[in-house]
């Protein structure tokens, strides 16, 4: 059986400590591989590699870190089919999927080349008589990040590149569902020149999360995942002294006001609601129609689109809407929600809990579920189903619709859909949740703004994409400087050369 090692100190390094997980093909439902599970050794014996490659990769200009990233960019262009394919057969979702989560991951390595202006510090001339004061920003040495399974190009390249261009060395934990392709993407960043240690993956379970917890050694960690997850991370960490920002969970919702334009709307929410299965923290899993006839209008027009998704293996083309779901248990648990919106009296308007893909019998597929009359007490209304399943809950009125999303207890995304620039604007400003989109169902900002959900979908302030990431990945040191008065005739100046 394939073994997907780990990569520490620039080398593929076979797991030793016995325990390991199936890697599998979730269109087949195949187990392809093993992924080893770190133990407390393994990751002590990274974290060492890293620490001591940190300081001489600081100590480089940022000019020279920048090319790294530089050259980076062209190899994940030369190489993008290679990673989509392994991402696709991890993953499940289409190849176009795949190269958009790589393409955005390249977007934040492309936001980092600007590092050598991003980590300028600030000048005070004359601060005080004969005085100037300056701040420069430095690496906090060695970092962390933690990652999930739905974006495994995107959220590790989230991570790594602003802290390794910052000037730290990284510990990547990927998820153990599709670690193919954090691997591939540490063995370019060495081939793009990174020396030795700098980007470690280890690949694990909660041992190894732990493990990085707790070790005095890692100053800041980065997660990403579901958020009972992101809440144990974020309060030991921070425990234990790190600086540390988690995004957990989401449960997006999209406003259709009346004046809509409702093909509009609906070719947003096929997309958003059920792109890559609805296994995106950006999905939109709720559509509120603000009005009855705004309700009957857009299910008149998304109930045929809904029915007629066509699902498929990454390897039948590019045309699919969506591929399977990435497990067993994912998919046993999207479709006990399912079952649970039935009980719970949510009209299942379109029900593809009996969708199987033939050729394809075991592998992990779900058909496009869609409910109507879905309430706020419901638990699909309430929880995080990650799967394709939307769930339309009808608003009395435009202040309804606003209370709803303001009352979920996530805040990742959300978005409205109106001509109306008056509404559009009230509820950009009203809104209580991170990333707002006005006729955009996925407002996903751009690798150079800040990323960012609120309430349980985020913990931690400055988070770790965009400018706020140079925060993250640095400490501030202050310097005041008197200078001793009279300027001296005849001094040596000598001028140091730049490389
Ligand atoms: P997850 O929480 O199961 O796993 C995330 C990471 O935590 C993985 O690396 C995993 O190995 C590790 N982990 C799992 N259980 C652990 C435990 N008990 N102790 C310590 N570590 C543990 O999440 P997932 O299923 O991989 O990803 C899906 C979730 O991530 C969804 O909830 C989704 O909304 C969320 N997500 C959020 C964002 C965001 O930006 N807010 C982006 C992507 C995904």
């Known amino acids: 059986m394939n073994e997907i090692p780990h990569y520490i100190g620039g080398k593929r390094v076979s797991g030793t400590s016995g325990r390991s997980s199936d890697v599998y093909n979730p269109a087949t439902g195949e187990v392809e591989a093993q992924v080893p599970l770190a133990s407390g050794d393994e990751l002590n014996a990274a974290i060492e590699n890293a620490k001591a490659a940190q300081p001489s990769w600081a100590a480089q200009n940022p000019q020279k870190r920048a090319r790294v990233m530089m050259k980076f960019v ?21 190849i176009p999927d795949a190269k958009g989560d790589i393409i955005r991951g390249l977007e934040v390595a492309e936001f980092c080349i600007g590092a050598p202006h991003l980590l300028k510090g600030e000048f005070s001339e004359g601060a005080g008589p004969g005085i100037d004061m300056h701040s420069v920003r430095q690496p906090l040495g060695v970092v962390a990040g933690i990652t999930p399974f739905n974006f495994p190009a995107m959220i590790p390249m989230w991570k790594f590149c602003p802290a390794i261009v910052c ?22 960043m060495s081939e793009a020149g990174l020396p030795d240690g700098v980007l470690n993956v280890v690949h694990g379970d909660k041992e190894a999360v732990d493990g990085l917890l707790d070790h005095e050694d890692i100053m800041a960690i980065g997660f990403v995942g579901s958020t009972p997850i992101a809440e144990y991370v974020y309060t030991r960490g921070c425990a234990n002294g790190k600086r540390v920002q988690c995004f957990g969970g989401a449960k997006n919702h999209m406003i259709i006001m009346p004046d809509a334009d409702m093909d509009q709307a609906v070719d947003a929410l096929i997309g958003a609601g059920y792109g890559a299965a609805g296994e995106r923290c950006m999905a939109v899993s709720v559509a509120v129609p603000v009005g009855e006839d705004t309700a009957d209008r857009l299910m008149a027009k998304l109930t045929p689109r809904v029915e007629n998704l066509k699902i498929a293996p990454y390897t039948a083309g590019d045309d699919a809407d969506f591929g399977p779901l990435v497990t067993k248990e994912a998919h046993t648990r999207v479709k006990g929600y399912v079952d649970a919106g039935v009980s719970e009296g949510a009209k299942l308007v379109v029900d593809g809990r009996d969708f199987s893909m033939q050729g394809y019998e075991d592998g992990f597929f779900m058909g496009a579920c869609l409910f109507d009359n879905v309430t706020r007490d419901m638990s699909i209304y309430k929880e995080e189903i990650f799967g394709p399943v939307l769930s339309v809950v009808r608003a009395k009125d435009y202040e309804d619709g606003l209370d709803l999303a303001m009352s979920h207890e996530y805040g990742n995304g959300v978005a409205i859909f109106t ?40 913990f931690g302030d400055l988070n770790q994409h965009g400018p706020d990431a140079f925060r993250f990945y640095t400490r501030t040191k202050t310097i005041t400087s008197r200078w001793p008065s009279g300027i001296k005739d005849g001094a040596e100046f000598s001028i140091p050369t730049m490389g």
Not at 76 to 89: G, N, Y
Request: charged share 25%.
């Open 167 to 188: 000037g730290n060395a990284f510990i990547l934990k990927p998820s153990e569902r599709d670690p193919s392709v954090p691997l591939m993407l540490a063995e370019l």
């Open 74 to 94: 062209d190899l994940l262009h030369r190489d993008m089919d290679k990673l989509a394919e392994a991402l696709s057969r991890e993953h499940g979702k289409t």
């Open 419 to 458: 001509r109306d620039g008056d509404a559009a604007r009230d509820f950009s400003s009203r809104i209580n949740i991170g990333m707002v989109g006005v006729n955009v169902p996925i407002p996903v900002p751009l690798a150079y703004y800040t990323f960012g959900g609120w309430k349980r979908s985020g």
